[in-house]
């Protein structure tokens, strides 16, 4: 599903080049749950933003569902990220002035899916993640981990076959934390490719791949549990 080959992503900051990510050689199935750790400027989030399409790299090559990404114009890798990838940030990244309901629907509206359709796939996410009765809230009128789970059903709603959380639960307390994990697996085992970044040990511990970088290069892939196919 995803390819990774002597990927680099080099910055200058001043007269000094700053390797980001530093020929990283990665490979991910359908149905992989991993985490990925490192101390600040690892080259963790850089990844992650290449993986979702946000950046490009300076070298090296990434192929998604068999189609290579490299000199893609920007028009066709935002086509390729609204239907392939979705996103959930630590810090949701709502819109305030949206319900919870408007909110799931927004990618659909600008991928230009018809109105009766963008209604019936929201109250379905919305459904799955028991936020029906929340669906006409706005973000603050929801706790944090209602929040989190409106950001999973706008991440999923366009049907992506690639999720990658970002510090998911870092601003949830550890029950809230918890249902979030537990909605992000329960994705997975549809054989949604989950890729978690973290910092914390036991969100981590969740995963059954396990990868860690340090400046920029990863020292350690290694497995704890299957490939989940999908079903």
Do not use: C, W
Not at 2 to 15: P, Y
Not at 23 to 40: K, R
Not at 98 to 118: D, K, Q, S
Not at 168 to 182: E, I, K, M, R
């Amino acid at each position: 599903m995803i390819e990774i080959r002597q990927l680099s992503r080099h910055f200058q900051v001043g007269d000094q080049l700053v390797r980001a990510l530093d020929e990283v050689d990665l490979a991910f199935d359908a149905g992989d749950y991993v985490s990925i750790m490192g101390p600040s400027g690892s080259g963790k989030s850089t990844l992650l933003n290449i993986i979702g399409l946000l950046d490009r790299p300076t070298s090296g090559s990434y192929v998604l569902d068999g189609r290579d990404t490299t000199g893609r114009s920007d028009d066709e890798l935002a086509e390729l990220r609204s239907h392939k990838i979705g996103f959930i940030f630590q810090s949701f990244h709502l819109v305030p002035r949206m319900t919870a309901f408007e909110n799931v629907e927004l990618p659909m509206m600008l991928a230009g899916i018809a109105p009766a359709e963008r209604r019936q796939r929201a109250d379905k996410v919305l459904a799955d993640l028991s936020l029906t009765d929340r669906a006409h809230h706005r973000p603050a009128q929801l706790s944090g981990g209602q929040r989190q789970r409106v950001a999973i059903a706008r991440a999923i709603v366009m049907e992506p076959t690639v999720l990658l959380a970002d510090e998911p639960t870092g601003n949830l307390d550890h029950v809230s934390g918890a249902d979030v994990l537990a909605s992000l697996e329960a994705l997975n085992a549809r054989g949604i490719l989950l890729i978690v970044v973290t910092h914390d040990d036991e969100v981590a511990a969740r995963a059954r791949r396990h990868v860690r970088m340090r400046d920029g290069k990863v020292v350690l892939d290694e497995r704890t549990g299957p490939v989940r196919p999908a079903p």
